[in-house]
């Protein structure tokens, strides 16, 4: 099933248990317009409500970008207009937001550049993976602007204190094979095998327990909380649904009857 969202900008596709949203501005590099967002949360909509959709993955169209950050031509508007851009920022860190607790996987398929509020997406991410020669950056240093919180600290998250130093003081760009080095992403693959890596790994994730899934993202998700933003009342009931669910039934007879289990989310 194909879709459009933000007049083409955004447009998404479910195919074999993954539901794929691709970011379509190749002539900016795939920049992330403001209706883009919009896009993006409609999309994540029709994924959610579909039980046939697994796990979802992220990528930008054509081969030289990811997503090359926000749209910087849209810069001047919101500077000009502090609603607008409160209501941006609100917009922009929701939608990292709901990626991080949207209750299936989400995956990040780079290729070509990915920066600034592209990496932003791609490390609310659950899994990044790139292709050789993607590039990776955060220039705000290079433009006078401050990279978000919810950003800085999923880097810092991810690479530790002293890459994320280096990585918002240079604003400099980097390779895969650097950003796979410092745990920035999961792992890089020549550019041609890139589509099948994500293809095995969406095949895995999609034969694994919806519930297992959520409850273990949940999880993660809460470890890199605040303490007190711990919703552990929530944790321990996406725990014993799991318990409680026909699935784990059928994941403990798949095991002794020795053959693969078939989840239903249930
Ligand atoms: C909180 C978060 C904030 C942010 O995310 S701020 C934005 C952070 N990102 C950036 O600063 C990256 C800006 N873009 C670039 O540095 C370069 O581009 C690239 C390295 C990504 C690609 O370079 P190359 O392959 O040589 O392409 P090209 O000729 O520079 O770009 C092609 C067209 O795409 C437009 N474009 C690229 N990135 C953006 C963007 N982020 N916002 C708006 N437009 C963009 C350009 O201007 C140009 O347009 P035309 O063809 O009309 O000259």
Not at 36 to 60: H, I, N, P, Y
Not at 70 to 96: H, M, N, P, V, W
């Amino acid at each position: 099933m194909d879709m459009e969202f933000a007049d083409g900008k955004i447009l998404a596709e479910i195919k074999d248990g993954v539901g794929r949203i691709t970011f379509n501005q190749p002539e900016k590099r795939n920049a992330m317009s403001v209706t883009m967002w919009d896009g993006m949360a409609q999309a994540l909509d029709v994924f959610e409500k579909d039980a046939s959709v697994r796990c979802v993955v992220l990528t930008g169209a054509g081969d030289k970008a990811f997503v090359s950050g926000a749209d910087i031509s849209q810069f001047d508007k919101l500077r000009s207009d502090a609603d607008a851009q409160r209501e941006y920022s609100k917009q922009t860190a929701g939608g990292r937001l709901r990626l991080g607790t949207y209750p299936k996987p989400v995956i990040a398929e780079i290729r070509g550049f990915c920066m600034g509020g592209g990496l932003g997406i791609a490390m609310s991410c659950d899994i990044r993976i790139a292709a050789e020669g993607s590039q990776f950056g955060i220039p705000a240093a290079k433009l006078g602007i401050a990279y978000g919180f919810d950003m800085v600290r999923h880097l810092v998250d991810l690479v530790g204190p002293a890459h994320a130093h280096m990585i918002l003081m240079t604003g400099e760009r980097f390779d895969a094979k650097e950003a796979e080095r410092v745990g920035l992403i999961n792992k890089v693959v020549p550019a041609d095998q890139l589509a099948a890596e994500v293809t095995k790994l969406t095949a895995t994730l999609a034969m694994n327990a919806p519930l297992s899934l959520y409850a273990n993202k949940r999880t993660v998700q809460a470890v890199l909380q605040d303490r007190a933003d711990r919703d552990i009342a929530a944790l321990n009931a996406a725990m014993a649904a799991c318990f409680d669910s026909e699935d784990y039934k059928e994941g403990r007879r798949a095991f002794l009857a020795k053959r693969k289990p078939a989840f239903q989310g249930r």
